[in-house]
Nanobody
Framework: VQLQAYGGGLVQAGGSLRLACAAS????????LGWFRQAPGKEREFVAA????????RYADSVKGRFTISRDNAKNTVYLQMNILKPDDTAVYYC???????????????WGQGTLVTVSS
């Protein structure tokens, strides 16, 4: 599975961005998908995950209520809608995929390159 994330950019605090991650390869619809982020000088952290059907989601406490993860299996794409953005959300965002069925797992076999999100105050 190859993943390509895009949609990052510069936005003012309080604004919104929608990230997307397009996947190539077989069995996309059977993969758990996740978003992670890494801020400058910090370790990579979990942001959100979605089950293969889209029926199960999980979010980091820091983004709960502001971010929404979704997927379109027909388009082999996973999205991250980010609202009410804060300067602390500034980071490189990565999408990831795994054949595990567990959205609580932090182990992902496949990673895309990151897309930079910068939130100005």
């Amino acid at each position: 599975v190859q993943l390509q994330a895009y949609g990052g950019g510069l936005v003012q605090a309080g604004g919104s961005l929608r990230l997307a991650c397009a996947a190539s390869g077989r069995s996309f619809s059977r993969y758990v998908l996740g978003w992670f982020r890494q801020a400058p000088g910090k370790e990579r952290e979990f942001v959100a995950a979605i089950s293969w059907s889209g029926g199960g989601t999980r979010y980091a406490d820091s983004v709960k209520g502001r971010f929404t993860i979704s997927r379109d299996n027909a388009k082999n794409t996973v999205y991250l809608q980010m609202n009410i953005l804060k300067p602390d959300d500034t980071a490189v965002y990565y999408c990831a995929a795994d054949s595990s069925s567990d959205i609580f797992s932090l182990r992902y076999a496949y990673w895309g390159q990151g897309t930079l999100v910068t939130v100005s105050s």
